[in-house]
């Protein structure tokens, strides 16, 4: 990579790791509340529920609705550009909850962890949270030039910056649903 190149990254990650960072509390909040909600509840509650979610039992989804869901999600999370930033922040939290609750409730083998969720979550938890960071760049930007009267928007540059990383958080989670149509699920299949 050319120094132009890692300037360019340098920059657009400077640009917007404050809602980055803010992104990934959100969603590790979700996974937080979580674990507290399963910790206290009944656990024979629990136990029912997790009977009802166990992969080698329930259907799979087709191909086109686990592309489908993620792209709904992703697009929902960009949305907090028009929402000043609660769509974003909604589904963050929602998505952190929803992926600890899969994994606590179904509580896999390793093999089954590593094939079920850590494959294409490893390429689909940094794409919710470079969406979360195009959700909430611009209530970043319209907050700090509302509070700091030195600031100045520079809406080309952040537009610039919500097409790529729209672009990069969209590869990213076209990327994870094919691991999980095409490598996880194939994989799953073919050890149980």
């Known amino acids: 990579m050319n120094e132009r190149s890692f300037t360019f990254l340098r920059g657009l990650y400077t640009r917007n790791r404050y809602p980055l960072y803010t992104s990934m509390v959100i969603y590790l909040t979700g996974v937080l509340l979580a674990w507290i ?39 929902g999370i960009f949305a907090g550009i028009c929402t000043f930033g609660t769509s974003a922040i909604v589904i963050i939290l929602a998505s952190g909850y929803v992926h600890a609750t899969a994994v606590l409730l179904l509580t896999p083998s390793l093999p089954e962890f590593v094939l079920l969720f850590a494959l294409h979550s490893i390429i689909e938890i940094p794409g919710i949270w470079i969406a979360g960071s195009v959700g909430l760049r611009v209530p970043f930007d319209f907050t700090r030039y509302i509070l700091f009267e030195n ?42």
């Open 37 to 75: 909600i399963l910790a206290t509840s009944d656990p024979d509650v629990v136990a029912s529920f997790a009977s009802g979610n166990n992969p080698a039992q329930t259907p799979v989804q087709n191909d086109m609705n686990i592309l489908t869901n993620n792209l709904i999600a992703t697009v």
């Open 151 to 192: 600031y100045t928007l520079d809406t080309t540059r952040i537009a610039l910056d919500l097409i790529i990383l729209g672009s990069v958080s969209v590869a990213f989670i076209f990327v994870a649903a094919l691991v999980e149509m095409f490598i996880s699920r194939q994989a799953y299949n073919y050890i149980s």
